[in-house]
């Protein structure tokens, strides 16, 4: 069973950055493609980022692509999304996910295995 921890969320103004992270245990985390998604109130949740087990390949939403960055350590078993300029509009609720072992990454919430429990992100203007 994998567990996720989401941490590094908080409230920052508009054209700041934050640095989310996600804590992986319970599995072996070089083997994980991992993504990261948000949440707004009352809707599905959104992709933003995925990458694969070992790092060498990411794919972004049209939405974040230039101003998020997904990346992983595989020795501190730790996924990373930098946010730059952020943006009102980027107020959500955060998630890491991850695939089982070897599959690719994927921009589909549903082909995710395990998820965090989410970690509020509030940009004000």
């Known amino acids: 069973q994998v567990q996720l921890a989401e941490s590094g969320g908080g409230l920052v103004q508009a054209g700041g950055s934050l640095r989310l992270s996600c804590a992986a245990s319970?599995?072996?985390?070089?083997?994980?493609?991992m993504g990261w998604f948000r949440q707004f109130p009352g809707k599905e949740r959104e992709f933003l980022a995925t990458i694969s087990w070992s790092g060498g390949s990411t794919h972004y939403a049209d939405s974040v692509k230039g101003r998020f960055t997904i990346s992983r350590d595989n020795a501190k078993n730790t996924l990373y999304l930098q946010m730059n300029s952020l943006k009102p509009e980027d107020t959500a609720v955060y998630y890491c996910a991850c695939r089982r072992p070897w599959y690719s990454g994927s921009a589909y919430s549903g082909e995710y295995d395990y998820w965090g429990q989410g970690t509020q992100v509030t940009v004000s203007s």
């Open positions: 319970g599995g072996t985390f070089s083997s994980y493609a």
